[in-house]
């Protein structure tokens, strides 16, 4: 607000009219603007133009000035935050693209590393039918280990 919107203030001096006609008069300085009554003729509302105050039209283009550099702020902070909200965003964006790529090639090793477990699994099962083979071939041809067998006593019997 214009400073001298800030002295009409502490003058006890309401800066915007009230809404309702009821509520004037209202004593007016010469800075404020009563938009109650600009629609009124003076004649009807019992004021000539002599006795009609003198209005401080600097203090009016103050305001308009002020609430325009305020508007003016308030749309640069909000090209500032867009700026920024893209900036965010295109980082984001940046950060999806990476973190997918980082999951395919991960989803890729895991395929991978499954295929070759597969294949560790089928060669271990492929081993041990091996060494239960070996195993029955050695009992079959030595006999059973600090026991005889009945092919090792066949054997010895026949010398």
């Not at 915007?16 to 010469?30: E, I, N, Y």
């Not at 305001?63 to 090209?79: F, K, N, S, V, Y």
């Not at 790529?101 to 560790?120: G, I, K, P, V, Y």
Request: hydrophobic share 40%.
């Amino acid at each position: 607000m214009s400073d001298h919107a800030y002295q009409d203030m502490s003058n006890g001096l309401e800066p915007f009219p009230p809404r309702s006609r009821a509520a004037l008069p209202v004593r007016l300085g010469d800075k404020v603007i009563s938009l109650a009554s600009l629609g009124e003729d003076p004649a009807i509302a019992g004021q000539d133009e002599k006795a009609a105050p003198r209005r401080n039209w600097a203090s009016v283009v103050d305001l308009i000035q002020e609430a325009g550099e305020a508007i003016r702020i308030t749309e640069d902070r909000c090209q500032e935050l867009e700026a920024q909200l893209s900036g965010v965003m295109a980082q984001a964006a940046e950060d999806v693209r990476r973190l997918a790529a980082q999951l395919a090639a991960s989803e890729q090793r895991n395929t991978r590393t499954e295929e070759r477990l597969r294949a560790a699994e089928a060669r271990a099962a492929e081993a041990e039918g091996w060494l239960v083979r070996v195993q029955d071939a050695v009992v079959r041809t030595f006999g059973l280990v600090g026991g005889r067998s009945d092919a090792g006593a066949a054997h010895r019997d026949a010398d």
